[in-house]
């Protein structure tokens, strides 16, 4: 992985996203990244967020509805996000790289990967029906 120096301010968003595993939203980053550089704006967090995304440093989850989650593993893992309270957690399963030789097989393609995400609902809000 290449070295590059980062900005102070990409530093505090970086340590602010490795330092958890619950895949915030930026506005969470932006709170917790003022806690140590007060002047910050959101802007500057969002703008920062897509540079570290382009480096290859975190991962940016889309998934639709809402506003995007990222996260500070950019390896490849596979997620779960929950139907109700919108959690997105990580599923720690090896990758299953079969499927990739299936889908090149079904169509003659280059894989080189795949994303899969899990839906359903989290143990919490199966406590709540
Ligand atoms: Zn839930
Ligand atoms: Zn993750």
Known sequence: MKKARLTK????????????KSHP????VYEQARKELPNISLGTVY????????MGE??????????SHFDGN??????FV??????????????????NT???NETGFVIKGHRLEFYGLCEECQKLD
């Open 9 to 20: 301010q990409k530093q505090v968003i970086l340590d602010v996203l490795r330092s958890t």
């Open 74 to 79: 950019p390896e490849n893992h596979y997620h």
């Open 102 to 104: 299936q889908a090149c």
């Open 58 to 67: 975190i991962l940016e989850l889309n998934y639709g509805s809402s506003q």
């Open 25 to 28: 939203t930026a506005d969470w």
């Open 47 to 54: 703008r920062n967020l897509n540079v570290l995304k382009d």
């Open 82 to 99: 929950c139907e109700d309270c919108r959690k997105v957690y990580d599923i720690e399963m090896p990758l299953n790289e079969a499927i």
